[in-house]
């Protein structure tokens, strides 16, 4: 309920979640806890998988 996306209001909520506002509220009231989660210790980079398609970074 302490979160971010909790104070999303209208319009915003329904661009962030591609549903209408009341449905991202609701599901977003449903949480019972927080949490807080460790990070990976390395995050794939990715680019020599991305490289190899074509795809170039920006």
């Known amino acids: 309920k302490n979160n971010i996306f909790s104070n ?3 319009v915003t909520s329904e661009l962030a979640f591609g549903v ?3 449905e991202s ?3 977003l009231g449903a949480q019972s806890e927080s949490v807080i989660l460790a990070a ?3 995050r794939p980079s990715g680019r020599a998988e991305e490289s190899s398609r074509g795809y170039e970074s920006a």
């Open 8 to 10: 999303m209001k209208g």
């Open 20 to 22: 209408p506002s009341r």
């Open 25 to 27: 509220q609701q599901m």
């Open 40 to 42: 990976p210790k390395q």
